[in-house]
């Protein structure tokens, strides 16, 4: 099966060539733009799994729409590995930097995380 996430990353940047956006060919205002962009869809499809669970407590009508859940989830992905593209970063790069960030994570929950220290991100 080969590398998952490298194989998602080279199928996104496929769909967005087939769009019209190469990343790969893009100067610093480009570039902005399409951050930008992407960051305002991942929002929208956020906003979208939101409507997929009962939140309003005053409305009776609202279902659960687990399978639609599903699928914001990954229009997600498509948008954030589309902004990951769009920041020079390759999967591995993502894979590596996760790892970082992860440790960091547990790292802060070991000492309590009794105070926030943009520091220890330096190396992430």
Do not use: C
Request: a negative charge.
């Amino acid at each position: 099966m080969g590398d998952m996430l490298e194989t998602m990353f080279e199928l996104q940047k496929n769909l967005n060539k087939r769009v019209g956006v190469d990343t790969d060919a893009m100067d610093d205002d480009e570039r902005q733009k399409w951050i930008l962009n992407y960051a305002r869809a991942l929002g929208q499809e956020l906003a979208e799994l939101v409507d997929s669970v009962p939140w309003k407590w005053w409305a009776q009508y609202q279902v659960f729409d687990k399978q639609n859940a599903k699928v914001e989830i990954i229009d997600m992905f498509h948008f954030l590995m589309s902004l990951a593209l769009t920041l020079g970063l390759s999967a591995k790069d993502v894979f590596e930097s996760y790892l970082r960030k992860n440790k960091v994570n547990f790292d802060r929950q070991e000492q309590g995380y009794i105070f926030k220290d943009e520091e220890d991100n330096v190396g992430v």
